[in-house]
């Protein structure tokens, strides 16, 4: 088997080309073959009728007498052929050499019988001798045969030539056409092997390169183009990786700066009870928010890679909005925001209770966040044909367009200090959009900014 594709390419193009010209061969040969013959034939029977005139004239000349009269026409053709013979019905009058063979006799006979012409080929020990015309004609009531023989010499040189010329050819061709296979195939296949080199040479550090194959045919632009696209998205999964990586750690960077600080603070010498309480609580608020990033992180990771298998229980999401807006319902007296929640009926739905949960503790934790005193947040639950619609709107300070389009992505954050005291990591939207998207649903939002926001998120029942 051969394994390489020019190799193989250029066997079956020169196995293709063999059997075309093999064909072609075979098929002018026979034609011209056939042709020989047939020119042949015509060349004897043309000499048959000639020498049976003469015949004719000559049997006038003698008075009737047909021996002498054929003798004469004989000698007068001047013949330059093998034979040439006359007979009354199948008796031999005369003739320029021995008329020997049984089967120019039989051709005789043919024509006799027939009284037409006969055409035959002589064979002598098994090759191919003569060809022979045997042409019936009649003066007044008798009846004479003119045998005419040639040698099949000539022609079978002729074609013996022929033949010659194609067994040097078929070889010659074939190496001819074998060597422009091959050099066709390489020259084709060169962008391939181009590009081949140029893929190899792409790691993970330089993901940003593309293939060039310069003015190459469509094909290979195609494959080229399709190579060049992977190439693109995966430079940009591997970018966002590295920008989740780096992010994570820088965020996860401020609150164990903060735990080692406050540790090294108070161990550094003895303290009153009330401060080690002091810094204990610090350490506690920033180990909580570390393992909350840590748990974003985490959910992110395995959504990432498709680990998630929701929970997927029946409960009533109107229940769950009542239990999520109560868990807030401090924090928002607290910053003095009046918190409403919206529901008429009981809404059954099959989802994973926990993400639910956690999407709807997302939405309404930025809405008390990004509220000042003051102001209003509603969560409204109702069922919009086959849809839930979830809605959490603010009189917040907005989203201003610039920010608009990132705010799903994670670690964004509209306002860096501003986000950093309020305690986001950015990762709220992200889990959000993410929770909803596997629940078969979408988040959108409208924002104006200095006047509010509502987050909407659709969920197919
Ligand atoms: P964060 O932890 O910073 O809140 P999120 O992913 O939840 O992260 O939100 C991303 C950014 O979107 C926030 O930093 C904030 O700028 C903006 N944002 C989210 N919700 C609101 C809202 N209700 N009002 C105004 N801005 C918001």
Redesign the pocket.
């Known amino acids: 088997m051969i394994k390489s594709f020019r190799l193989q390419l250029t066997a079956w193009y020169l196995l293709l080309f063999a059997v075309l010209f093999v064909g072609f061969s075979l098929f002018l040969y026979g034609l011209l073959a056939r042709g020989l013959h047939k020119r042949l034939d015509e060349s004897l029977s043309s000499q048959a009728r000639t020498a049976s005139g003469l015949f004719q004239d000559e049997l006038g000349e003698h008075n009737g007498d047909a021996p002498a009269a054929a003798a004469e026409a004989i000698s007068e053709m001047n013949f330059r052929g093998a034979l040439l013979a006359v007979f009354a019905e199948k008796t031999l009058l005369a003739a320029s050499t021995a008329v020997d063979d049984r089967a120019l006799l039989d051709v005789v006979g043919q024509a006799a019988a027939g009284q037409r012409e006969a055409y035959a080929t002589i064979s002598r020990r098994g090759k191919t001798k003569a060809r022979a015309a045997a042409y019936p004609f009649q003066i007044g009531s008798r009846r004479y045969v003119l045998l005419v023989a040639e040698s099949l010499a000539a022609t079978r040189e002729e074609l013996a030539l022929v033949r010659g010329v194609l067994y040097v050819a078929l070889p010659l061709f074939l190496l001819i056409a074998g060597a422009g296979g091959f050099v066709l195939t390489t020259r084709s296949l060169a962008p391939l092997r181009w590009m081949a080199e140029q893929a190899r040479a792409i790691t993970d550090k330089n993901l940003n390169r593309r293939l060039d194959i310069g003015a190459a045919h469509e094909e290979l632009r195609v494959l080229a183009d399709s190579f060049n696209e992977l190439l693109s998205r995966l430079d940009q999964s591997f970018e966002t990786m590295r920008r989740f990586v780096a992010d994570a750690s820088h965020e996860l960077r401020t609150p164990l700066s903060v735990i080692r600080g406050e540790a090294d603070v108070a161990l550094a010498q003895d303290r009153s009870s009330g401060e080690y309480q002091e810094s204990l609580a610090i350490i506690q608020d920033e180990a909580r928010r570390l393992s909350r990033l840590i748990d974003d992180l985490l959910n992110l990771a395995r959504a990432d890679a498709g680990h998630v298998n929701l929970r997927v229980e029946e409960f009533y999401l109107n229940d769950l909005l009542a239990d999520c807006c109560r868990v807030f319902q401090g924090a928002a007296s607290v910053k003095n925001i009046s918190l409403e929640c919206l529901f008429s009926d009981d809404i059954a739905f099959r989802g994973d209770q926990e993400l639910l949960r956690r999407l709807m503790l ?2 309404l ?3 008390i ?3 000042p005193p003051g102001g209003k947040v509603t969560a409204k639950l109702e069922t919009v044909g086959s849809e839930v619609r979830i809605q ?1 709107a ?1 009189t ?4 201003p367009p610039e ?1 608009a389009p ?10 860096q200090a ?2 950093r005291q ?11 959009k993410w929770i909803a998207e596997s629940h078969r649903g979408a988040v959108d ?1 409208t ?1 104006l900014p200095g006047e ?2 509502t ?1 909407t998120v659709l969920l197919h029942q």
């Open positions: 997302n939405l934790d930025n809405a966040r990004y509220t959490v603010d917040g300070i907005g989203i920010a990132h705010i799903f992505e994670r670690f964004y954050r509209g306002d501003r986000s309020n305690g986001g990591f950015g990762l709220g939207l992200s889990i959000v939002f924002s509010g926001t987050f």
